[in-house]
């Protein structure tokens, strides 16, 4: 059986993809920028670079495929409704005209009635990819709240919890929801390939039927800590979405999204995971939030939501080289000498996360308090492995954006701020070269990189000299 992936960097994907991997499974991937994939994965599998708009690539990817994942969306884009419509409409013409057998997506519980604008258009994608059952068969995955180490909603919970032992919260907090362990939809999706069914299916899946307010209790419980929550009818979406953004690690856009699907209850539809998946037993709340939290002190988180793809603008490979437009930089040079360069990288990869930025670690924390405050995502997002970055990751409010192993770290600021920014550390001619490089939009971004010169001045030059005294420990 042939299988083709997409949306293999995204949350789910990365997960489904080292499943597949570790069987051996005969796996395509379409994405749009191969070098997020790691290495060993490059050897082992054939990477396609495309896209679900560029029809040929498409045509490509689809060739000789017996199963197609679809797990894609482009929430990311203002006119997302479109180009999910379009996307969903052009895979499904591929796949019948290359004689794909089965397609499997992953959608969004709840009801069309009382769904959020957001997850309508998952529901349309869901529709659009089973509208030819003549044709192709389409398996329907629906799933509400998921849970694991790096989700969206574990790490708004977690967030939460341990930063504020008394929470006044919107009402919704009563709404119902039926959660689910990350590794649990894996298995679903796994599953679904070897599925002996031939009409389409749509299976809605979650574990216990809970409350929002019962998620956190239960949570806190998990974590060990004791919180009280009063929901407040009088709190607006808006006034939420910036308690949420301010709190946690997502910026406001993406909490607005979310408080605007609270509203409405997630719970299944249909029986058709027990009737068709009986195998899988779906661990309960508890279980999952101390499987993320195991994850997370184990330091095995392998997706998280704010990686290549997780809602924060795709990594274009072209973008890449944007950098080099820069009018405005501030560059420090430091000779190497004595120290072995894989030292050297190791240490600029620390950056970031619970290790801090070499030097005035505070003056960042108040550059992220100010970009929480303008709905950034601020320092919150952290970083996913301690030691080891791959291309997409996020680091606090940085993306890696370019990593060439012993050589140089690429990061590309996703902070508010006037303009395009990028911080670049790059081992050179027997130096350790950093630089920030600063692509202004107009007077206010000119105005900013002069306002922060002095700044600049002590956060670069101490930081490229911390970073060899460290490398010499
Ligand atoms: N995560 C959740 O909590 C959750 C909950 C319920 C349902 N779901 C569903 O699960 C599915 C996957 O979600 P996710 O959270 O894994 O998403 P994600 O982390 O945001 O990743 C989305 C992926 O889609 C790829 N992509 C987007 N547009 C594309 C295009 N036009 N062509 C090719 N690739 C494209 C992105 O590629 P790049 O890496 O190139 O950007 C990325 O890898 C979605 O349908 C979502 O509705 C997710």
């Known amino acids: 059986m042939k299988v083709l992936l997409t949306g293999a960097n995204g949350y789910i994907g990365r997960r489904l993809k080292k499943h597949f991997i570790a069987q051996n499974i005969d796996l395509r991937l379409l994405v749009r920028n191969p070098k997020t994939i790691d290495n060993y994965s490059q050897k082992n599998i054939d990477v396609i670079k495309g896209d679900t708009f560029d029809i040929d690539s498409l045509e490509y990817a689809l060739e000789g495929v017996d199963v197609a994942y679809y797990l894609i969306h482009s929430l990311e884009s203002e006119n997302y409704k479109e180009l999910d419509r379009q996307s969903a409409k052009n895979f499904l013409d591929t796949a019948i005209k290359q004689h794909v057998k089965r397609i499997i997506y992953l959608g969004g519980l709840g ?38 180490s790096g989700s969206t909603s574990f790490e708004i919970i977690r967030h939460l919890i341990e930063k504020l032992p008394i929470m006044v ?39 216990q039927k809970m409350t929002y307010k019962e998620m956190m209790l239960e949570a806190s419980e998990a974590l060990g800590l ?3 929550i009063f929901p407040l009818p009088i709190l607006t979406i808006k006034l939420s979405s910036y308690w949420l953004n301010l709190f946690t690690p997502v910026p406001y856009n993406v909490a607005k999204s979310l408080i605007e699907g609270l509203s409405s ?17 779906p661990k309960s709340f508890k279980d999952s939030v101390k499987s993320a939290i195991r994850q997370m002190e184990e330091n095995q988180v392998i997706s998280r939501w704010s990686d290549a793809g997780g809602g924060h603008g795709h990594l274009e490979e072209n973008h890449i080289n944007e950098f080099a437009k820069s009018v405005l930089m501030d560059r420090q040079k430091l000779s190497i000498a004595g120290i072995s360069p894989d030292i050297v990288y190791k240490t600029f990869c620390s950056i970031g996360g619970k290790h801090g930025w070499f030097r005035y670690s505070w003056l960042w924390e108040i550059r992220g308090f100010i970009d929480k405050l303008l709905g950034g995502a601020g320092l919150n997002r952290g970083r996913r492995d301690n030691s080891v970055l791959r291309v997409g990751d996020s680091v606090d409010f940085w993306r890696v954006e370019d990593l060439v192993v012993n050589e140089r770290l690429l990061l590309y600021a996703q902070m508010k701020v006037p303009g395009k920014a990028w911080l670049e550390f790059l081992i050179k001619d027997g130096k350790l070269v950093q630089t920030a490089y600063f692509l202004p939009r107009g007077i206010w971004g000119r105005l900013y990189w002069y306002t922060m010169m002095p700044i600049h001045f002590f956060i670069f030059r101490d930081m490229v000299h911390t970073i060899i005294e460290k490398s010499r420990k």
């Not at 990819?129 to 329907?140: A, M, N, V």
């Not at 039926?178 to 679903?188: F, G, N, R």
């Open 169 to 207: 919260t919107p009402k919704w907090v009563n709404t119902l929801a039926q959660p689910i362990a990350v590794d649990d939809v894996i298995d679903y999706l796994n599953y679904s390939k070897d599925l002996d069914h031939q009409k389409n299916l749509i299976v809605d899946i979650g574990s």
């Open 265 to 281: 209850e997630v719970v299944i539809q249909n029986n058709n995971a027990k009737k068709y998946y009986p195998q899988i037993k």
């Open 111 to 148: 009801v069309k009635e009382s769904a959020s604008a957001h997850l309508l258009s998952r529901i349309e994608t869901g529709e659009i990819l089973s509208s030819r059952p003549e044709d192709i068969q389409t398996i329907w995955i629906r799933a509400g709240v998921i849970i694991g």
């Open 226 to 228: 004791h919180r009280w």
